[in-house]
């Protein structure tokens, strides 16, 4: 079995590689390929990953490449984890927005926007590469804004499945606080990419006994201290939404917090730096718990789980994002979500979801508008088709502010954008 990992060179690509070694039985691979262009970031997370597989006593092979078509021909599965633009790009998808008194946040909002239209015309020229070189090869994006970008792969007509560890990290955080096994845990995990909900918890698969109204009794003030949400709100609720729908339920609080202190990106960055130091001690031979704080955490868990399901034809259920095809009624078929769905090596089969309150599913209809509009503008350029995906969009929502918000985004990615 042959993996190729495009944007090998992140710091992220160690907490991959503990997973990949640690749960060899589950996903066997016998080559590993790491494709980056910047090749000494390569050189230092290759050297550790070879490291890591040797301490863990893993027979496979691990190389690296700058040549994309080289790295993923052959491949069986081709996992991308790329960020267009770097932290620099980031930082400034966390700054210009707060100018016009919106979230800046690097998957949601104009931010958000700015980091799709960055990225989904290199995605799509790697997919169409991966299409000629490994034509039977799996795409797994775990590339933000994830439910665009799997939405523009599936479009375009690619084998490819979106994954994120906002539904995993739930999974094991609940399986902590009810001293059960994590695959006991079965999430009613629902939404977009992004903005989701977990309606239910339940024990032993989609039948079992809910107990998510004990969890937020038992421990609805650490659920919510982690979410940065108030604990009252969880109880109105009776759901335990995402991280990410706190840039919603408390825009005008989040913005007042990011004008006051140093961006995420500029964290990150140091932490980066600092971890790339590390990576160049050959004497390291497992990933440091400094690469906790960078984010990411379970992720090679669930790339390991999917891989595996769609390569050796488990039939297993994982939260996915994947074509809609009726399974929330009010959204079109060609709309990404994010919910259980069954893997096998035909691909993703999401499980029925019950009806959605409306609090919930309007503001999923909104956003998956957004989408559609963000994705035309990523793929058509124009910034008019960039102006009205900022208008629709439900954090921003009047023309001024659309208007200042197209005008930031342009001028700080012009070096990205084809159309200008």
């Not at 944007?7 to 066997?28: C, H, N, V």
């Not at 691990?62 to 790009?89: E, F, N």
């Not at 399901?309 to 994947?322: H, I």
Request: hydrophobic residues 45%.
């Amino acid at each position: 079995m042959k993996l190729a990992v495009v944007g090998g060179g992140s710091t992220y690509t160690p907490e991959l590689i503990d997973g990949f070694a640690r749960l060899r039985e589950t996903l066997p691979i016998e080559e590993l390929v790491l494709v980056d262009p910047a090749e000494d970031r390569l050189r230092l997370v290759g050297g550790l990953a070879r490291r890591i597989f040797a301490k863990q006593g893993h027979s496979g092979t691990v190389t690296t490449t700058s040549d994309l078509d080289a790295g993923v021909a052959g491949a069986d599965a081709v996992l991308l984890q790329l960020r267009v633009g770097g932290q620099a790009a980031r930082a400034q998808d966390e700054t210009w927005p707060l100018e016009c008194g919106c979230v800046g946040q690097e998957t949601t909002g104009a931010g958000g926007l700015a980091k799709a239209l960055r990225t989904v015309p290199v995605v799509l020229d790697i997919a169409e590469r991966v299409r000629r070189a490994a034509p039977d090869a799996w795409i797994i994006d775990f590339t933000n804004p994830v439910g665009i970008v799997t939405r523009a792969l599936l479009q375009a007509g690619h084998k490819a499945v979106g994954l994120c560890n906002v539904a995993i990290g739930f999974q094991r955080k609940f399986a902590s606080f009810l001293g059960v096994s994590p695959d006991q845990v079965h999430l009613d995990h629902v939404g977009l990419n992004h903005l989701t909900w977990e309606r239910g918890v339940r024990i032993g698969g989609p039948a079992g006994e809910d107990v998510l109204p004990k969890l937020l009794a038992a421990h609805g003030d650490s659920i919510a201290d982690d979410l940065h949400l108030p604990r009252t709100l969880l109880d109105r609720l009776g759901v335990v939404p995402s991280y990410y729908l706190r840039y919603f339920y408390a825009h005008d609080e989040v913005v007042r917090e990011l004008r006051s202190k140093p961006s995420r990106a500029a964290e990150v960055a140091a932490i980066e730096a600092e971890l790339l130091e590390m990576y160049g001690d050959e004497s390291l031979d497992e990933k440091p718990e400094l690469l906790s704080r960078r984010g990411g955490a379970f992720y090679s868990e669930a790339a390991v789980a999917l891989a595996s399901s769609l390569l050796r034809d488990t039939g297993d259920v994982q939260v996915v994002n994947t074509l809609n095809n009726g399974t929330l009624p009010f959204l079109p078929d060609d709309a990404v979500i994010e919910v259980p769905a069954t893997v096998d090596a035909r691909g993703t089969h999401p499980l029925p979801v019950e009806p959605l309150d409306p609090l919930y599913s309007g503001l999923i209809a909104n956003v998956t508008a957004y989408e559609d509009l963000a994705l035309k503008a990523a793929v058509h350029g124009g910034r008019d088709r960039v102006f009205t995906a900022l208008l629709s969009h439900p954090l921003i929502g009047q023309y001024e502010y659309a208007d200042a918000l197209t005008d930031r985004l342009i001028a700080h990615n012009r070096e990205h954008l084809a159309w200008i």
